[in-house]
């Protein structure tokens, strides 16, 4: 899980050296650098709880520390979004920029073609406002990362744009 929150981590740093709005592009280094401290508090909190065994309160800090973690990783993940939404810059030549601003660019896409289905085949009531009944959410970065099938630990969860080229080098 450590290791998995510094490639969110990365994600997020990497989004934001892109994002074309100063406000997003702040939100998402903060959210990143708060992951990367919880990250770090997890890693240490495991190691200690490895060396001392087992102890309620070591086990209760250990579940504390990952659900912060997941917390800050979907923050990472909603201010990834928002920058998303504003608008990237050209990624360098860099392969994990381009394999980062490949993967945004899909969930932009997916973005795209559900709101554009919404609008053609939107429910509205006798006000103009859309029913709630039936509708589907808009996908996330979270529903993009979650689709991919399970694979080994070390190849990537998201498309590639080609091949050699990771960033995301672990589950989610």
């Given amino acids: ?93 860099d392969p994990e920029e381009e394999e980062v601003a490949a993967f945004c660019q899909q969930w932009r896409k997916n973005l795209t073609q559900h709101r554009a289905k919404e609008a053609l085949n939107s429910d509205r009531d006798e006000l103009g406002l859309r029913k709630t009944r039936g509708a589907k959410a808009e996908p996330t970065l979270m529903s993009l990362v979650q689709e991919q099938p399970p694979r080994s630990r070390n190849i990537p969860k998201h498309p590639s744009p080609s091949k050699g080229h990771t960033v995301m080098h672990r589950d989610l």
């Fill in 1 to 93: 899980m450590v290791s998995d929150g510094q490639v969110v981590v990365k994600f997020g740093n990497i989004l934001a050296k892109h994002c074309l709005d100063q406000r997003c592009s702040t939100e998402l280094l903060r959210a990143a650098e708060h992951t990367h401290s919880i990250s770090s508090q997890l890693s240490i909190v495991a190691r200690v709880k490895a060396v001392t065994g087992e102890s309620k309160a070591s086990s209760e800090l250990l579940l504390s520390n990952v659900q912060n973690l997941i917390q800050a990783v979907q923050h990472v993940l909603r201010a990834a979004e928002a920058a998303c939404v504003k608008g990237l810059g050209q990624p360098s030549t």
